[in-house]
């Protein structure tokens, strides 16, 4: 116990309550030892009974429940999903997926309303990654881009020069 209390590799969490229940277990009472750690009494007090319950075990996290999932299953399927269609296969005009482009398709579709952050990290999570946006060096994604994007125009005027 002593050994945990005085490390310095192993979880915050699992020291502070080594060095709880060593200081306990030295004869010292709850409130110099919330004192001297920086915790409330009533911490010592719940981590030096769950020592006495659950022994070594008590050193350890629980596991916590937390809050329910936001969005169902079912939603979070649908999001990937229709991020690994193309649009153009769904009968959509572009040809590649931006957050903001999916977004709308989920609503406007299948009536998911899900931000556009929540969105990326769904994706992330399964190993998704969003393409970095194409420039005047890359490969367009749309083939008839020229076509839409009509003639070019110099970006300069012409200066007929001085004599």
Same mark, same amino acid.
């Given at each position: 116990? @002593?050994? /945990?209390?005085? !490390?310095?590799?192993?979880?915050? $969490? *699992?020291?502070? =309550?080594?060095?709880?229940?060593?200081? &306990?277990?030295?004869?010292?009472?709850?409130?110099?030892?919330? @004192?001297? /750690?920086?915790? !409330?009494?009533?911490?010592?007090? $719940? *981590?030096?009974? =769950?020592?006495?319950?659950?022994?070594? &075990?008590?050193?350890?996290?629980?596991?916590?429940?937390?809050?329910?999932?936001?969005?169902?299953?079912?939603?979070?399927?649908?999001?990937?999903?229709?991020?690994?269609?193309?649009?153009?296969?769904?009968?959509?005009?572009?040809?590649?997926?931006?957050?903001?482009?999916?977004?709308?398709?989920?609503?406007?579709?299948?009536?998911?309303?899900?931000?556009?952050?929540?969105?990326?990290?769904?994706?992330?999570?399964?190993?998704?990654?969003?393409?970095?946006?194409?420039?005047?060096?890359?490969?367009?994604?749309?083939?008839?881009?020229?076509?839409?994007?009509?003639?070019?125009?110099?970006?300069?005027?012409?200066?007929?020069?001085?004599?």
């Amino acid at each position: 116990m @002593e050994t /945990l209390a005085r !490390s310095r590799t192993a979880a915050a $969490r *699992r020291v502070e =309550r080594a060095r709880i229940v060593w200081r &306990a277990s030295h004869g010292e009472m709850p409130p110099s030892i919330a @004192e001297a /750690l920086g915790v !409330s009494t009533e911490t010592v007090r $719940r *981590r030096i009974r =769950r020592f006495n319950a659950e022994g070594l &075990a008590a050193l350890e996290d629980h596991h916590r429940l937390g809050c329910p999932a936001t969005y169902s299953a079912e939603a979070v399927a649908e999001v990937i999903a229709a991020a690994l269609t193309g649009p153009r296969r769904l009968g959509l005009p572009f040809a590649s997926w931006t957050l903001d482009r999916l977004a709308a398709y989920l609503q406007e579709h299948k009536g998911i309303a899900m931000r556009r952050s929540r969105m990326d990290e769904i994706l992330l999570k399964e190993g998704l990654r969003w393409r970095r946006q194409e420039t005047w060096f890359g490969e367009r994604v749309d083939p008839e881009f020229a076509e839409k994007r009509g003639a070019s125009r110099r970006s300069t005027p012409h200066h007929p020069r001085a004599a």
